[in-house]
């Protein structure tokens, strides 16, 4: 037969013919258009031959009306190969489970390995890895890849300037830089306290040295607050002032806020797709419906596959389409106003310090222009404004001028 691979996939049965009248038999065969090949005298009354499964019909037609015996007694290829394996069915699946549940232990978390971190930070990122499922027993496939890890843990856990993230078979490798926030230098020097900008005194709360202003006092930048000064001309003391003045500030800032705009939202419909990636082919496994969304949103995760801890050409893609919609917002002029405001309160009180209030504040200018309502706002704010200052030769001879002025007069 030409085509080997064909015979291969169709059958090939091997028949003896035993009897008078065998010739007749093949010749029989040959007219019926039956391709037979591997054609052997074994004896007298003996011949075998080779044809193709699909054709055993014919031959059983054939052999009602042959007086002497045929037999099938060997079969080839695949329908036989299956027959076979079919028969040993129970090996075969005990096999194929032993490799898939190798496959999935494989890719399952036995560890958690972090390092250079200080047991308080070990401890709070453990808690923060639990929120997110990775913990051991969890399948790798499930989890976020590591850029995604990284960055979550970045943004939630206070202290970590860096984190490296790596996945190695089973386990995941953290390794972790925290932050060395430098220690507060204590003021061993003397100093003065005074104002980091202009205010109008509000409140004074003096722990070391002298007060040198007073309560609704306007002062400039850089006006001495507390002196570091202290006792007479003959007895002068040097110290470390301390205290807190609280002074009245002002800030001036601008926002727009458009009165109609155009974004777009997720509905909460979604088609998620699972498939097995080898180089650049993309095998489908589950979720084969497609969407049908006017605008959607895709997010593709995509996970390499390990076996006892190496990693396979095969990964898992978890392809997932969210369903979104345009939407328009509009604002009347008021309601642009009134988040205006807001957007800059949010905005001020960013660059302020923690402990600062905003006290009041007034609008000084409204426009509307181009669809955008743009407002100019004055704040009041009340915030410490002392600031240390080391004491030099200087104010030293400024002092005692003062007080032989006040002295003189």
Same mark, same amino acid.
């Given at each position: ?67 002497? #015996? ?10 036989? %190969?299956?027959?076979?394996? %079919? ?57 976020? @890849? ?13 202290? =970590? ?16 830089? #925290?932050?060395? #926030? ?10 003065? =306290? ?21 309560? @609704? ?11 570091? %000064? ?18 009245e500030t002002w800030y001036k800032t601008t926002v727009e806020m458009p009165i109609a705009t155009e974004f777009h939202v997720l509905t909460g419909r979604h088609v998620t797709k699972h498939m097995l990636e080898v180089k650049t082919f993309r095998l489908p496994i589950w979720g084969f419906k497609n969407h049908s969304f006017a605008n959607h949103k895709k997010d593709e995760q995509i996970h390499s596959v390990s ?30 106003? %009134? ?7 949010? @905005?001020?009180r960013a660059k302020l310090p923690e402990e600062a209030e905003i006290r009041g504040e007034k609008v000084l200018q409204r426009q509307l222009t181009n669809g955008k309502v743009k407002l100019t706002i004055h704040f009041q704010v009340l915030e410490n404004i002392a600031i240390g200052k080391p004491i030099t030769q200087g104010d030293k001879e400024d002092a005692r001028r003062k007080k032989h002025n006040e002295y003189?007069?």
């Amino acid at each position: 037969m030409n085509n080997q691979w064909l015979a291969f996939f169709q059958g090939v049965i091997f028949v003896k013919l035993q009897g008078k009248g065998a010739e007749r038999f093949i010749n029989r065969l040959t007219r019926s258009r039956v391709p037979i090949w591997h054609v052997t005298r074994q004896e007298e009354q003996v011949i075998t031959f080779s044809c193709s499964l699909r054709h055993i019909h014919k031959i059983r037609k054939a052999a009602r009306t042959f007086d002497g #015996e045929v037999y099938f007694y060997r079969g080839e290829g695949f329908p036989f %190969l299956m027959k076979r394996l %079919l028969k040993s069915s129970g090996f075969i699946v005990g096999v194929c489970a032993f490799f898939i549940i190798i496959l999935l232990l494989s890719n399952v978390v036995w560890r958690i390995d972090i390092g250079g971190a200080s047991p308080q930070m070990e401890h709070e990122i453990r808690k923060e890895l639990a929120s997110m499922g990775i913990k051991k027993g969890k399948f790798i496939l499930g989890l976020d @890849d590591p850029e995604t890890v990284q960055q979550k843990l970045l943004d939630r856990v206070e202290g =970590l300037t860096w984190i490296g993230v790596e996945v190695k078979g089973s386990t995941f490798h953290f390794r972790v830089v #925290e932050k060395n #926030e430098p220690k507060k230098k204590e003021q061993k020097g003397p100093r003065h =306290l005074v104002a980091s900008k202009e205010a109008v005194i509000v409140k004074l709360f003096v722990k070391k040295g002298q007060a040198a202003v007073k309560r @609704d006092q306007f002062v400039h930048k850089g006006q001495l607050l507390v002196s570091g %000064l202290i006792g007479t001309e003959e007895k002068q003391k040097e110290v470390a002032a301390d205290g807190e003045v609280l002074g009245e500030t002002w800030y001036k800032t601008t926002v727009e806020m458009p009165i109609a705009t155009e974004f777009h939202v997720l509905t909460g419909r979604h088609v998620t797709k699972h498939m097995l990636e080898v180089k650049t082919f993309r095998l489908p496994i589950w979720g084969f419906k497609n969407h049908s969304f006017a605008n959607h949103k895709k997010d593709e995760q995509i996970h390499s596959v390990s076996f006892l801890g190496m990693k396979l050409p095969i990964s898992y893609v978890e392809t997932t389409y969210y369903e979104s919609k345009q939407t328009n917002r509009s604002y009347t002029e008021k309601e642009a106003e %009134l988040h205006a405001l807001e957007a800059a309160r949010k @905005d001020l009180r960013a660059k302020l310090p923690e402990e600062a209030e905003i006290r009041g504040e007034k609008v000084l200018q409204r426009q509307l222009t181009n669809g955008k309502v743009k407002l100019t706002i004055h704040f009041q704010v009340l915030e410490n404004i002392a600031i240390g200052k080391p004491i030099t030769q200087g104010d030293k001879e400024d002092a005692r001028r003062k007080k032989h002025n006040e002295y003189s007069t």
